[in-house]
């Protein structure tokens, strides 16, 4: 059984920091595409950023500067860093694994900052 766990969410003010973490099991997690992805209320989920198995990483566009995607193999572990961080960044915050035509999603961890 494949299980997406992520943690680290909570309430932070205007241009605090949070680290999301997400743990994998039940995949080859060193094989997998990792990425983390977010929904507003009322909003479409959207891509935030993803590190391939190399290491080569991609953010959008809202979080370039702010935002730091890693990963442990050794720990089955993808993390988020999250500075600087602004009202519009509220959401559910999800990771997804990638491997060819397997994906799977975690349930995601809430992210709320206050004004």
């Known amino acids: 059984q494949v299980l997406l766990v992520e943690s680290g969410g909570g309430l932070v003010q205007t241009g605090g920091s949070l680290r999301l973490s997400c743990v994998a099991s039940?995949?080859?997690?060193?094989?997998?595409?990792m990425g983390w992805y977010r929904q507003a209320p009322g909003k479409q989920r959207e891509f935030v950023a993803t590190?391939?198995?190399?290491?080569?990483?991609n953010y959008a566009d809202s979080v370039k500067g702010r935002f730091t995607i890693s990963r442990d193999n050794a720990k089955n572990t993808v993390y988020l860093q999250m500075n600087s961080l602004r009202p519009e960044d509220t959401a559910v915050y999800s990771c997804?694994?990638?491997?060819?035509?397997?994906?799977?999603w975690g349930q995601g961890t809430q992210v709320t900052v206050s004004s």
């Open positions: 590190i391939t198995t190399v290491g080569s990483t």
């Open positions: 039940g995949i080859i997690f060193s094989d997998n595409t």
């Open positions: 997804k694994a990638v491997r060819g035509f397997r994906i799977y």
